[in-house]
Nanobody, 123 residues
Framework: QVQLVESGGGLVQPGGSLRLSCAAS????????MGWYRQAPGKQRELVAL???????NYADSVKGRFTISRDNAKNTVYLQMNSLKSEDTAVYYC?????????????????WGQGTQVTVSS
């Protein structure tokens, strides 16, 4: 199986910055897209940013110009640099990975989620 371990959340003042990390480990053959999602209280989970294995990126309109997603394929790790944070960015942030995993001589495609990390933007 595959585990996604997130780190880097916390409390920050408006206008501040945080960097989230998510490391994938386990029976990974390769990882396709990796992404960050967030869920605020009373709201649905939404896509924040996505990055393909080739490095192409896609962002929610609400974070364009402020957040940057990147990945280190050698470390199976995805990052989210968040700058100019606003109170409306407060949420639990989840990483997501679309993986090819190995089971014996077989490969299977599975999607995995991290446990979530809280980001709170408040003065």
């Amino acid at each position: 199986q595959v585990q996604l371990v997130e780190s880097g959340g916390g409390l920050v003042q408006p206008g501040g910055s945080l960097r989230l990390s998510c490391a994938a480990s386990g029976s990974i053959f390769s990882i396709n897209n990796m992404g960050w999602y967030r869920q605020a209280p009373g709201k649905q989970r939404e896509l924040v940013a996505l990055i393909t294995s080739a490095g192409s990126t896609n962002y929610a309109d609400s974070v364009k110009g402020r957040f940057t997603i990147s990945r280190d394929n050698a470390k199976n790790t995805v990052y989210l640099q968040m700058n100019s944070l606003k109170s409306e960015d407060t949420a639990v942030y989840y990483c997501n990975a679309d993986c090819w995993i190995t089971q014996g001589i077989s490969k299977m495609r599975r999607t995995y989620w991290g446990q979530g990390t809280q980001v709170t933007v408040s003065s």
